[in-house]
């Protein structure tokens, strides 16, 4: 199910959103060129995407047969969950035609389309489309269903055509389900002629690269690290029978029937860091030669640049000859989304600068394994990095570099090419904290994620509360935003579970449950009638069961903090200490009385004393 894609020429990139909507690049000039919202986008949104060609004119008269070459403009060919297919013209900037049929009602799994063959469709329930694009019909409909016993990986969910040169009206087709096999499709009857393995994966990527009368494969999955490359060639064994009657096997098949079933194995099977996001590969001859290009986005954000002359089977894992990534001056990684291979022999790779993307032509460097490219900005710089920026740099003997500066200039060496490197001691330290709060909150986020998406996976309780007990909403917020789509409906699950336990449990549900509604609105609004609508169901009846109590709840509270707030306040009349206390039969006082009246009479004697003798004095005086 291709999700994203580029023009046959390169010029331009399309994919479609998470809230449906079709968004259009030109890779020249890396400006959004069109941007386009289907209606019932919500209901019914895009589930994929194909480029294809069509006439600019409408269809001749009947008896006439086309005179004039009419030029053919680019259209995009898009797949709904309602069973119709809107074909968007470039040119026009809106949908020209609409290619409907009463009788499909299932959601367009995956398209695909071919010059000689035509535009071809899959269904949800395993039945292929050949589609007439002139009068909007049903040219042919085909059963590409194979039985299992498990029924979740028996849908389809990728379909490409294969081209041949052989003399037959009869047409080849290749799906992915739980077993990838190669169709013959004659008529109304399909028949499986090859069975190449098996992918469990619910999603594959499947690519055909085709040189002179042979044709090969590029299979992978977006849940594997690995890619397949097989050998689809259409052979004189692979064409129909005309005259109806069986054809005498020859000698080497009667052999082989005898012997026990062989295993298929691929040609090649090229290894990847993670699982692809996109793959592109281009095979052409070489001085007598042929050499196969492969280039892969992963989801971790690089892009795999694989270089391998076909010579015989291998049955060793073939590693990248080159793997790029892009990061800015401060080595903030910037994540590639997509990557083609043109013509001209260089590599169109495309990859996020904050809310734009870029697209770029580079030429691989094959003598070194990891290249590294450094653009943008930095988005903090310091302020010995700013003055370097503004100071002016004299170069002198001997490779050293002198930065003229107001205080004087200073002397430094140029570090040579591979040479070590001597952190300061404030560097070794920052590097050795162990504080939560200055590490990178993203990394965080993403190690998060990856966790959750683990556990939803596995279905690890453990690893599940270790995520969902966090109740940080800023860290539920940037771990959600970074969860992919096909994970929401099992982590409503978990969140239902949770919110049905006690109660620091069910406060982390909502915490969980506020940003996935804030990342995912338009996904959960989009899959009403799907298993998200039962769990959002089953949450809301597990807090209206909650609320419901939540008026006897508070009733209950206010007397029992009435209750203890009068039980303290006593507690507290009693046990309070006076403010004043006055006795009036302390000794104290009535000894430091006693000693002012004893002082007091003690003056009273003297001067009654000196008084007396004053008289007498007076008296002799006069006498």
């Not at 069109?34 to 004119?57: D, F, G, K, R």
């Not at 050499?291 to 015989?312: C, D, E, I, P, Q």
């Not at 949450?539 to 009068?566: E, P, Y």
Request: glycine share 4%; with cysteine.
């Amino acid at each position: 199910m291709a999700e994203a894609a580029f023009s046959k020429d390169g010029k331009y990139y399309s994919a479609i959103t998470q809230d449906g909507r079709l968004r259009i690049w030109d890779t020249e000039t890396n400006l959004l060129e069109q941007e386009y919202t289907p209606n019932l986008h919500l209901t019914s949104p895009p589930s994929c995407l194909q480029w294809i060609s069509v006439t600019s004119t409408t269809s001749p008269q009947k008896g006439r047969r086309k005179s004039v070459d009419v030029p053919e403009t680019q259209c995009i060919a898009l797949g709904t969950s309602s069973g119709k297919i809107l074909l968007y013209s470039i040119s026009q900037a809106k949908v020209e035609t609409v290619l409907t049929d009463p009788k499909i009602k299932n959601k367009i799994q995956s398209l695909d389309w071919h010059r000689k063959y035509g535009l071809f469709s899959c269904t949800h329930d395993n039945f292929v489309q050949e589609w007439d694009i002139e009068s909007s019909t049903v040219r042919n409909k085909y059963n590409v269903n194979i039985v299992s016993k498990n029924k979740q990986s028996n849908k389809v969910s990728a379909i490409r055509i294969v081209p041949h040169n052989q003399n037959t009206p009869a047409k080849y087709l290749i799906s992915a389900s739980w077993q990838v096999c190669l169709w013959r499709l004659h008529g109304n009857d399909s028949t499986v002629i090859k069975c190449l393995g098996h992918s469990a994966a619910p999603r594959a990527l499947l690519t055909i690269a085709q040189l002179n009368k042979s044709c090969w494969l590029i299979e992978g999955s977006q849940t594997e690290r690995l890619l397949s490359f097989w050998d689809v060639t259409i052979t004189d064994e692979h064409l129909p029978q005309t005259n109806g009657e069986e054809v005498t096997p020859s000698k080497r098949q009667r052999k082989l029937s005898l012997n026990a079933p062989v295993i298929p194995t691929p040609t090649y099977n090229f290894v990847l860091e993670d699982a692809p996001r996109i793959i592109d590969v281009e095979i052409k001859a070489e001085d007598g030669a042929t050499k196969l290009n492969l280039a892969a986005a992963t989801r971790s954000g690089v892009v795999h640049y694989y270089g391998h002359m076909l010579n015989g089977a291998s049955t060793k894992p073939i590693k990248p000859s080159n793997t790029i990534q892009v990061t800015t001056e401060d080595a903030q990684p910037l994540p590639l989304q997509c990557c083609k291979l043109p013509t001209t022999g260089d590599l169109l790779i495309g990859y996020n600068n904050g809310p734009s993307l870029l697209f770029e032509k580079i030429t691989p460097d094959l003598k070194s394994k990891t290249q590294v490219l450094i653009r943008g900005e930095a988005k903090v710089k310091s302020k010995v990095n700013q003055t370097k920026d503004v100071n002016k740099v004299r170069l002198g003997k001997g490779g050293d570099v002198t930065y003229v500066e107001p205080m004087g200039g200073v002397s430094r060496k140029r570090t040579t090419p591979g040479g070590k490197v001597e952190l300061s001691m404030e560097d070794r330290l920052a590097n050795l904290t162990v504080d939560v709060k200055n590490r990178n909150k993203s990394a965080v986020s993403q190690n998060m994620t990856k966790l959750l998406m683990q556990g939803l996976h596995s279905n690890d309780k453990a690893v599940l509360l270790s995520v969902l007990q966090q109740d940080d909403a800023r860290l539920a917020t940037r771990t959600v935003s970074a969860l992919p789509p096909e994970h929401v409906p099992r982590l409503l699950q978990q969140l239902a579970d949770l919110a049905s336990r006690k109660t620091s449990q069910c406060a982390a549900s909502c915490t969980w449950l506020t940003a996935v509604l804030k990342c995912h609105s338009a996904l959960v609004l989009a899959t009403l009638n799907s298993k998200t609508s039962d769990h959002l169901t089953q949450l809301l009846a597990i807090f209206t069961h909650r609320r419901s109590h939540l008026c006897q709840l508070l009733n209950l509270k206010g007397r029992l903090d009435l209750t203890i707030s009068q039980r303290s306040s006593e507690d507290e009349i009693v046990e309070q200490q006076p403010v004043l206390e006055y006795n009036d039969t302390s000794s104290d006082e009535e000894v430091e009385l006693e000693k002012y009246q004893s002082d007091s009479d003690q003056m009273w004697e003297d001067d009654e004393v000196d008084g007396e003798s004053q008289g007498s004095h007076s008296d002799r005086s006069d006498g």
